[in-house]
C-alpha cells in the first residue's frame, strides 16, 4: 500500500540553488505516477526550479496537451532534466536560457491538470526510460521528483511509496518449486506394496466314515434332527452341508 505524508508549511526548506515551480499558494499536488500532477489556477505561473536550458517541446504529448523539458546547468543537479506538460500554456521558446524562478509556461483555462518530474535527454520521462510505466502507477522516478519537490518547500499529500507487487498465483508458485526427481516422481504416485499375506495353516482332514464295503466314501448328510461325528470334528446340524473345506477325502 503506498505511503501518504502530508508536507506542511515552514516543515521543508529549499534546497541549495533551486525554489519552487509554484509562486502562489492556491496549488493543489495529486498523485505521484510518472511525475507529480499538480492543479493550479488558470493564469498562474509555473516557474523553472533553477538555472537552465529550453531543450524539447512536444505540442500534443497527452490528449492534446504540450509537454516542454529543459536540462538543470547549475546546482546539485546539474545535468538533470525537468519535463512540465499538459494543461499548460504560453511555453518558453526552444533552446532559451532559463534563471532559477523564470516562468516557463502558463497555466491553462482548461486541461487535466499538470504533471511535472524527472527527464532524459531526449525527452522521455524518466520513469519510461527506467522502470516503465502503466497507467496510475506509482514510479521510483515519481517518489524522487516529488521528494525533491517537498525540499523546494512544496506543500500537500504526497506519495512516497510504490506499492507492492502482486503476489504469484498458487499454481504459479508451485511451479518454481524445486523439481523432484523422476524416480522420486514415480515412487511417489506408485501404490504403496503390501505385505505377502502369510499362507492360511492346513485345515485338519476329517476321516471318513467306513463303508459297508470296507472302502472309504463321502460323508452323507445326516438323517432330519441327527448329527454324525467326524473323526472328532463339531456336530453339524439339521440340514447342514459338508464341513468348510470337505470333499472328497
Not at 532534466?81 to 534563471?99: F, R
Request: overall charge positive; glycine content about 14%; proline content about 8%.
Amino acid at each position: 500500500m503506498a505511503a501518504f505524508v502530508l508536507v506542511l508549511p515552514g516543515v521543508a526548506q529549499a534546497a541549495s540553488g533551486y525554489t519552487s515551480p509554484f509562486s502562489t499558494p492556491d496549488y493543489y499536488v495529486g498523485r505521484t505516477d510518472m511525475g507529480v500532477d499538480v492543479c493550479l489556477t488558470a493564469g498562474d505561473p509555473i516557474r523553472a526550479v533553477g538555472n537552465g536550458v529550453v531543450i524539447g517541446i512536444q505540442k500534443n504529448w497527452y490528449a492534446k496537451q504540450p509537454y516542454i523539458w529543459y536540462e538543470l546547468t547549475s546546482g546539485p543537479d546539474a545535468g538533470s532534466y525537468v519535463y512540465v506538460a499538459e494543461q499548460i500554456t504560453h511555453l518558453a521558446a526552444l533552446g532559451q536560457t532559463l534563471s532559477g524562478g523564470q516562468t516557463i509556461a502558463t497555466y491553462a483555462s482548461k486541461g487535466s491538470c499538470i504533471e511535472t518530474g524527472w527527464a532524459t535527454a531526449d525527452g522521455t520521462t524518466m520513469a519510461t526510460a527506467t522502470t516503465g510505466y502503466t497507467e496510475g502507477q506509482v514510479t521510483a522516478s515519481g517518489i524522487s521528483f516529488a521528494k525533491f519537490l517537498i525540499g523546494l518547500g512544496v506543500q500537500g499529500t504526497f506519495e512516497l511509496t510504490a506499492p507492492e507487487a502482486p503476489k504469484a498465483p498458487k499454481a504459479q508458485a508451485a511451479a518454481k518449486k524445486k523439481s523432484w526427481p523422476a524416480k522420486k516422481v514415480l515412487a511417489a504416485f506408485e501404490p504403496t506394496k503390501s505385505a505377502k499375506k502369510p499362507m492360511p495353516a492346513a485345515k485338519p482332514k476329517i476321516a471318513a466314515a467306513p463303508s459297508p464295503s470296507g472302502g472309504s466314501s463321502s460323508v452323507a448328510p445326516p438323517a432330519t434332527g441327527g448329527a454324525i461325528a467326524s473323526g472328532g470334528a463339531g456336530a453339524t446340524g439339521a440340514g447342514g452341508g459338508a464341513p468348510s473345506g470337505g470333499g472328497a477325502l
